[in-house]
């Protein structure tokens, strides 16, 4: 009996359908009105002029801005935007760790409103930027390092309360329902059971955290949230290319040297 070899179906070619077609229009359209309202002609006539004066302030940045000797210069300015940044990563580890707790599911738990209450609080916290809270903050508490701090601390309090709880979640029960079996309390297996596992992922995704809080800090001060922004934003509308210059060399030394030291530091939690 001579067997039939069985084979697919040749697939059509797709076909777009009238909400793809719909779609791709009202995009094309969007991008079109979009630089439309672009003046070219004058860009054509001073790109060169702005893009070489830039490059020139990159070549022969403004060296005596380092350090002046007042709390106005390049260095005053990154330290202060790395206490922005550590100062808010410390309000997000505080708030983040204890409401984790609150928003994980372990095995055997039902779904309960707490932990749904606590992650649409997550879900909704990480919703608004770092320059949004900082506007809100700006409002609140008065221009200054303080609304830089709450802004990133309360963004990454919704980032970290999240990678938190997916953490608390992964952990073996193992060792908790051993405790259990010898008549532990809910406390020492938090302490002894839990908690040394979980302190070093913690503190890796909170070094993690830091180094996108130092990156957040450096533009807070657009708005009046402290930190390298603010002078960032002066010498721009100044045209002081050389001092954006040495602003901008600051900053990406400072940021690398960030990383580095981060990733080494979590590279040994591991």
Known sequence: MAVKELRPPLAGKPRLSLGRILTIIAVVSVVVWAFAGIGWVRIGSSWSLVLGAIVRGFLHPDWGYVEDGTSEDLLSLLLLTLAIAFCGTVIAVLGAAPLAFLA?????????????????????????????????????????????????????????????????????????????????????ILIYSQLPRLIPQFLSLALNRFEIAVRSAAILGIVGAGGIGTPIIFAVASRSWDRVGIILIGVVIMVSLIDWISGMLRRRLR
Do not use: N, W
Request: glycine share 12%; proline share 8%.
């Open 104 to 188: 994980a599911t372990r095995p055997g738990r039902r779904r309960a409103p707490v932990p749904v209450a606590t992650g649409i609080f997550f879900t909704i916290v990480r919703t608004f930027p770092e320059i949004v809270l900082a506007v809100i903050f700006v409002k609140m508490v008065g221009p200054g390092p303080f609304a830089g701090a709450l802004a990133i601390g309360v963004h990454t309090i919704g980032m970290l309360g999240r990678l938190y709880a997916e953490e608390i979640e992964k952990l073996d029960v193992g060792p908790d329902q051993s405790m259990v079996a010898v008549g532990a309390t809910r406390a020492q």
